[in-house]
């Protein structure tokens, strides 16, 4: 079992780790050089938008770090990265494009938390919560797994399948994060609550206490089905991303029971079929890179083409209205691993 498949509540598949890159020559290998020159292709998302993500992925870097050497985790500079997050998603949604971002590789704890709490906020302004709580969702992404520090660095960096004892010392970590929210004062009591709870699912399925239902607060809720979806539409060494809507889809099959329908219904509305910063393949067979929604037609986003049939970089990358474009749809979601 590793740190994924512990927090998706599920033992990994037989047969060990998904393949690499194939070797040259080898089947599909020329679909996965196509992929790579699609990676090359897509614009770095810059901006306001980065530098936000940015500096909250700092920030939470720091806080890290000082809890590793024993300092207490101050959670003031936090809420009010939780507070910009929240503000950026209601003016646009350009900070998706970086929570999506399809480069990211290997263990980087203070990024999957940043976006957690970015997928966070979204479900949460799709189910209609008010602004302060919003900006609490936001607040408990960021901290979600602030346990992990309390694990041991080569039980979190094993490339193999963890032992019965290492996992069990990996299931504290919610546990060891609420010992360290509850340190910051009795304020945040609530938020404690949300850290030792994100790993409960509505069927009991979860841990550590295999709570159900009304049992496990709202908030838990939705930053535990924000952890599952960021740690799926994410690569690992050991497996390849999931695009965002085979995310979705996975989640309403295979994890149906284990969160709540109004849980599901936030994560659909949220982030969409189609989310900003997704890789879509269209009819065309071209590459795009989603710009914006259509809100009143969910399968024809405004798309950046930027890479064309074969994976080849476009010398100018082109923005279409599929809403306003009849010849053009998507045919599914792209990821840059696609064989």
Known sequence: MRLADVIRNKAPAMGGAAPGAPPPGAPGAAAAEAGLRVARALPVAGGPARELVERSRLQLDG????LRRGAPLDLAPLAEMAAALTAALETDDAIMAYALEPRQTGPDLPRHMTNVA?????IGMSVGFPREKLEAAGLAGLVHDVGIVAVPAEILDKPEGLSRE???QLVQHPELGARIIRAAGPEYQWLATVVVQEHEREDGSGYPKGLRGDDIAELAKVVGISDVYEAITHPRPYRRRMSPLDAVK??????RRAFAEWVLKGLIRGLSTFPVGSLVRLNSREVGRVRSTNPAFPLRPVVEIVAGPAGEPLPAPRVVDLAQNSLLYILDSYTVEEE
């Open 63 to 66: 806080s890290l770090a000082g």
């Open 250 to 255: 996975e989640i309403i099959t295979s994890e």
């Open 118 to 122: 970015i997928f966070a906020i979204k």
């Open 166 to 168: 290492e996992q069990q």
